[in-house]
């Protein structure tokens, strides 16, 4: 497609429910990435994918948290367990992970948990 | 981890003014992004710009790589730039993950 895509845009769940949000990147980028964005902060880092397997999963907060690129495109972050504070924006950035490389955003899911 | 600190943190001005924005950071980058988050989230890129100058149309940014700083000038401004405004860098060797800077909003007045 022409951009990141996200989906749902809107999630509201009740504490302790699962969840799973996923991303659809740029046709033919290679790397993908996860951020969540609370209210007045700038993003964070979660996790980056290059191809299928994950780079670099440090930011990840604990492990309720896990993400998933079978195929090497399409992402699902899931969340197990949800707390209220997960509440956030989540987004999902792609690049063409030629070494340094400019980042394109997706519009974010917005997380909300009861 | 690296430290970016943006500044102002705010900043108010009536439409045709021009401003400056400031993204100081703690360590060596090899990537530098800015970026305009708009009033519905939507994170547009502005500039990839680890080191030297580059314009597009009424904005542009410097970055003073040796300095660890960069700079984003927005002339002649409007109404359709209000919005929150990051800095984001990438430590060399640090795995490409995007380090984001507090951010400077931007409410441009008619």
């Known amino acids: 497609g022409a951009g990141v895509s996200q989906t749902p845009s809107n999630k509201v769940t009740e504490k302790g429910k699962y969840v799973e949000l996923r991303c659809d990147p740029i046709?033919?980028?290679?790397?993908l990435y996860w951020y969540r964005q609370s209210l007045g902060q700038g993003p964070e880092f979660l996790i980056y994918?290059?191809?299928?397997?994950?780079?670099?999963d440090s930011g990840l907060p604990n492990d309720r948290f896990f993400a998933v690129r079978p195929e090497g495109s399409v992402s699902t972050l899931k969340i197990q367990r949800t707390e209220r504070g997960d509440s956030a924006v989540y987004l999902c950035?792609?690049?063409?992970?030629?070494?340094?490389?400019?980042?394109?955003f997706g519009p974010g899911t917005r997380l909300t948990v009861l | 981890g690296i430290q970016v600190e943006q500044s102002p943190p705010d900043l108010i001005l009536q439409e045709g003014a021009n401003s400056t924005l400031r993204c100081n950071f703690s360590?060596?980058?090899?990537?530098l992004q800015w970026f305009h988050q708009n009033p519905w989230g939507q994170l547009i890129n502005l500039f990839y710009?680890?080191?030297g100058t580059k314009q597009n149309g009424r904005l542009s940014a410097t970055t003073v790589a040796t300095e660890r700083y960069s700079l984003l000038y927005i002339s002649s401004s409007q109404t359709t730039d209000s919005g929150v405004y990051f800095c984001?860098?990438?430590?060399?060797?640090?795995?490409?993950?995007?380090?984001f800077g507090t951010g400077t909003r931007l409410t441009i007045i008619p």
């Open positions: 046709s033919g980028h290679t790397a």
């Open positions: 360590d060596s980058v090899n990537n």
């Open positions: 950035a792609s690049g063409r992970g030629q070494g340094t490389d400019t980042q394109y």
């Open positions: 710009i680890p080191s």
């Open positions: 994918f290059q191809g299928t397997g994950a780079a670099d």
């Open positions: 984001a860098v990438e430590r060399n060797f640090g795995n490409e993950k995007l380090t």
